[in-house]
């Protein structure tokens, strides 16, 4: 069982910053790959990010590729979002989850625990 929480989100203009963070607890924290996703209203929860175990491999969706940036402390049981050159089509819940796979899945099923979600809400 792994509990996740995540952090950080928040009301922003157009063109700021956020950092995202998410505390894992439960089970031993570099024995799984991360993701953010996220979900609009009346939209479905996609990918944003995705990073394995020590953090060598990396996948970014098309549409947040050059602002975000996705990291893990594996010593602090964290993971983190940096969120820049906001848009207002960002405005979305944010979840972190773990990974079910070897290696970083793309898709909500190749995930297994969850979060409970941190708002972002972009103003233009």
């Known amino acids: 069982q792994v509990q996740l929480v995540e952090s950080g989100g928040g009301l922003v203009q157009a063109g700021g910053s956020l950092r995202l963070s998410c505390t894992a607890s439960g089970r031993t924290f570099n024995t799984y790959t991360m993701g953010w996703f996220r979900q609009a209203p009346g939209k479905e929860r996609e990918i944003v990010a995705g990073?394995?175990?020590?953090?060598?491999?990396?996948y970014y969706a098309d549409s947040v590729k050059d602002r975000f940036t996705i990291s893990r402390d594996n010593a602090k049981n964290t993971a983190h979002l940096q969120i820049n050159s906001l848009k207002p089509e960002d405005t979305a819940i944010y979840y972190c989850?773990?990974?079910?796979?070897?290696?970083?899945?793309?898709?909500?099923?190749?995930?297994?625990?969850w979060g409970q979600g941190t708002q972002v809400t972009v103003s233009s």
């Open positions: 989850a773990t990974g079910k796979l070897g290696f970083v899945g793309v898709r909500v099923p190749e995930f297994d625990y």
């Open positions: 990073i394995s175990w020590i953090g060598g491999s990396i």
